[in-house]
Structures are given as C-alpha cells and as structure tokens.
C-alpha cells in the first residue's frame, strides 16, 4: 500500500485546511485509514479514524468538533478537514492504513505515508 499525503500549508489561526491522502497498491475500501501529527518535540499522536465503509469514525478529544475525517471510495483518497485552525495544530501530518479494526493506536497501522506539514499562525 502506497499514501501519498497533502494539503498542508501555512496558514493563519481560525482558517481551515483539508489535508488529502490517496492510497494505491490494495483495495482502498478493505483498509481502515487514520490520520496521525507529530508536533515539533513531541510524540506522534493519533488524530482521527475512520472504518472501512466511512460508517464509522473516531477522534481524538483535543480534535472533536474542529476535525472531521471523511473517505471517497471512487477516489481512494481519504480527508481530513480541519476546521478553526489553532497554533498548537502545527505538525506533521501522517495518513496510515491498517487491515484490522478501527484504532487509535498507531502500532495497528502498517502503512504510512510520509506526512504533510502543517502550520498555524498567530
């Protein structure tokens, strides 16, 4: 499985981002995908999640109600729209894709892509 990751950029506190990953290599609608960040100093750190109909998502609570994770079937992509933008938003952005079950754990994703910078400014 191959992700490829972007929409990260700079952008200014309050705006909103939506960050793409498309994935290839194996049939996108039998993964689960996630997002993860990785802020400078800190630990990589599981964002959002969703299941391999889209029928199901999770989130971690620091993001609840600014991020929404969504997936295109026709696209083989999977998104991740942020919403109202905060400085401690900037990171790494990483797309991951697992086989098992839906996760927060990052060890149950086995593919990666190779993240997309976010930054917020002040």
């Known amino acids: 499985v191959q992700l490829q990751a972007s929409g990260g950029g700079l952008v200014q506190a309050g705006g909103s981002l939506r960050l793409s990953c498309a994935a290839s290599?194996?049939?996108?609608?039998?993964?689960?995908m996630g997002w993860f960040r990785q802020a400078p100093g800190k630990k990589r750190e599981f964002v959002a999640g969703?299941?391999?109909?889209?029928?199901?998502?999770e989130y971690a609570d620091s993001v609840k109600g600014r991020f929404t994770i969504s997936r295109d079937k026709a696209k083989n992509t999977v998104y991740l729209r942020i919403d109202t933008l905060e400085p401690e938003d900037t990171a790494v952005y990483y797309c991951?894709?697992?086989?098992?079950?839906?996760?927060?754990?990052?060890?149950?994703?086995?593919?990666w892509g190779q993240g997309t910078q976010v930054t917020v400014s002040s």
């Open positions: 969703i299941s391999r109909s889209g029928g199901r998502t």
């Open positions: 991951a894709a697992g086989r098992e079950f839906l996760t927060t754990d990052q060890d149950d994703y086995a593919y």
């Open positions: 290599g194996r049939t996108f609608s039998s993964l689960i």
